[in-house]
Structure formats: structure tokens, C-alpha cells
Nanobody
Framework: QEQPVESGGGLVQPGGSLRLSCDAS????????RAWFRQAPGKEGEAVSA????????YYADSVKGRFTIYEDDAKITIYIQMNILKTEDTDVYYC?????????????????WGQGTQVTVSS
């Protein structure tokens, strides 16, 4: 099944940085927007950041504004999220999601393809 592939998770101390990558090269459908969600087992998930293919529209959850930055490479194949000043509450499984349209960027149901997730653990 076609799906984006995340990488870059790991263990980091509070205040540290990580960069997650989402490779969408295996997707054959064109996409309109990509996003990062996060969810821990048994907890409600949340949209962390989203960006339309044009780059004109971006979104950040209030909890990550000023610390996280979403961007993509020039070929628009890989999307990244640079996470700085990480906090213990950022610990979660992070998922990359892709949709063919550019609507409802914050809604789970708006996305057509999901990655397997990558674990981010912030702990001293």
C-alpha cells in the first residue's frame, strides 16, 4: 500500500532538537497538503503542523508555535518538521499524513494516506 514514510524520531533530552522527515515519493497521487499529527496510546491525537503544497498556508498547534517549523524540499517530495526546545510533553508517536485536496488541514479524516509513525521521546 502506498504510504508516506517517516524517519528521524528518537530519544532527546528536554531542550534538545530533532528533525522528522516524511518521504512521499512512493505515492502516485498528487497531493494538496501534508501534515504532522501526534498521538500516544490511549490519548487523543492532535494536529501538530500542516502545510499546503503551495506553502502559502501553514498551521501550527499553539503548543508548538515558535518551536517547530514545517518545510519541504525543493522537489516537494520530502516534508520535514524541525522541532526545537523540545519538552517532555512533546513525547508522542508522530505521524505524517497526506491529502489530495487542501481542505480541513487539522482534521484526521481529511487525510488519505498515513505513515507508520515515528516515536519521539523527550526525557532526561
Amino acid at each position: 500500500q502506498e504510504q508516506p514514510v517517516e524517519s528521524g524520531g528518537g530519544l532527546v533530552q528536554p531542550g534538545g532538537s530533532l528533525r522528522l522527515s516524511c518521504d512521499a515519493s512512493k505515492l502516485t497521487q498528487s497531493y494538496g497538503a501534508r501534515a504532522w499529527f501526534r498521538q500516544a496510546p490511549g490519548k487523543e491525537g492532535e494536529a501538530v503542523s500542516a502545510m499546503t503544497i503551495t506553502g502559502l498556508n501553514t498551521y501550527y498547534a499553539d503548543s508548538v508555535k515558535g518551536r517547530f517549523t514545517i518545510y519541504e524540499d525543493d522537489a516537494k517530495i520530502t516534508i520535514y518538521i524541525q522541532m526545537n526546545i523540545l519538552k517532555t510533553e512533546d513525547t508522542d508517536v508522530y505521524y505524517c499524513a497526506v491529502q489530495t485536496s487542501q481542505s480541513e488541514l487539522l482534521k484526521f479524516d481529511a487525510y488519505d494516506s498515513w505513515g507508520q509513525g515515528t516515536q519521539v521521546t523527550v526525557s532526561s
